[in-house]
């Protein structure tokens, strides 16, 4: 347990899934092109043809980046509201001071 490296799980882009799966639409061996991509298990390629196949192409979006684009919704969102506080709290202060 101790001393054991721990493997890292190869995390690959939307674009590289999708240029795959596009590749493997197109003819192309699924065997070739894992190996051109550096992809050591072919069913990977598999997987992500078959989110090709049936459009559902948010699946091939890593977890991770999905819950990141949903973080900067939220924060984009959170900044609205907060420069729309401020714009309130600026015409009560200027109401305030003129009386």
């Given amino acids: 347990m101790f001393g054991e490296e721990r493997k890292k799980r190869t995390v690959y882009t939307y674009e590289t899934k999708l240029e795959a799966a596009q590749r493997a639409q197109a003819?192309?061996?699924i065997k070739d092109i894992a190996k051109d991509i550096g992809v050591?298990?072919?069913k990977t390629i598999y997987k992500w043809f078959r989110f090709y196949e049936k459009g559902q192409l948010d699946r091939l979006k890593d977890a991770r980046q999905q819950e990141n684009a949903s973080e900067i919704l939220d924060k984009d969102q959170r900044i609205k509201e907060l420069e729309m506080e401020n714009e309130i709290l600026k015409k009560y202060l200027s109401n305030l001071k003129k009386e």
Wanted: net charge negative.
């Fill in 27 to 29: 003819g192309e061996n």
């Fill in 40 to 42: 050591k298990d072919p």
